[in-house]
């Protein structure tokens, strides 16, 4: 871990103010990312990366400094986002916002890129929990599968695992919706 992260950790536990605006600034964007990829909907991305810090802040006192800050903060939000997700499955709710047609014109190429982009984030969110999750911290956020085994709290051959499944549906999954294109 880094000195300062070991300096931030050290004022955040005695009790500086300043400290967790620091920690919520730094790590506000990647933490809203995370939960808006899982979720699709960008209140329950606010809440649940706002809950993240609130998690974060009051379990402070737990946090293994072994592990990277950031590392932690994406297993809370993570944790958050299965859960909700959980919920959400169980109760029937649609997880992806509706879209509305754009009147404007538009030209061809772009009218298929926005429909291929419309098709990937579709098929993400069709993947199993566990597999979205390891895709997109490995796909969006660039994390090592030895970080994402952390997070995921979990080894790293079944973060391997769920990732080469994930990119094995997507590809039988746009591989259809390419065709009827």
Wanted: proline share 3%; glycine share 4%.
């Amino acid at each position: 871990m880094k000195e300062a992260e070991l300096a931030l950790i050290a004022r955040l536990r005695q009790g500086d103010q300043s400290a967790f605006d620091t920690l919520v600034r730094q790590h506000q964007k990647d933490l809203f990312r995370l939960a808006y990829r899982m979720t699709q909907n960008v209140e329950d991305a606010k809440d649940l990366s706002q809950e993240a810090f609130l998690r974060a802040y009051r379990g402070l006192g737990s946090f293994d400094e072994r592990s990277n800050l950031s590392t932690w903060l994406y297993r809370i939000t993570m944790n958050l986002c299965l859960t909700h997700l959980r919920q959400h499955r169980s109760s029937g709710e649609e997880t992806l916002p509706e879209t509305y047609a754009d009147p404007s014109p538009k030209s061809l190429d772009e009218l298929e890129e926005r429909e291929v982009q419309r098709a990937v984030a579709e098929a993400v969110a069709e993947l199993p929990p566990q597999q979205r999750a390891t895709l997109l911290l490995r796909v969006h956020h660039g994390l090592p599968y030895r970080e994402i085994a952390e997070i995921m709290e979990t080894s790293e051959g079944t973060v391997r695992v769920n990732y080469f499944h994930a990119v094995a549906k997507l590809r039988s999954q746009l591989k259809g919706s390419r065709e009827s294109l």
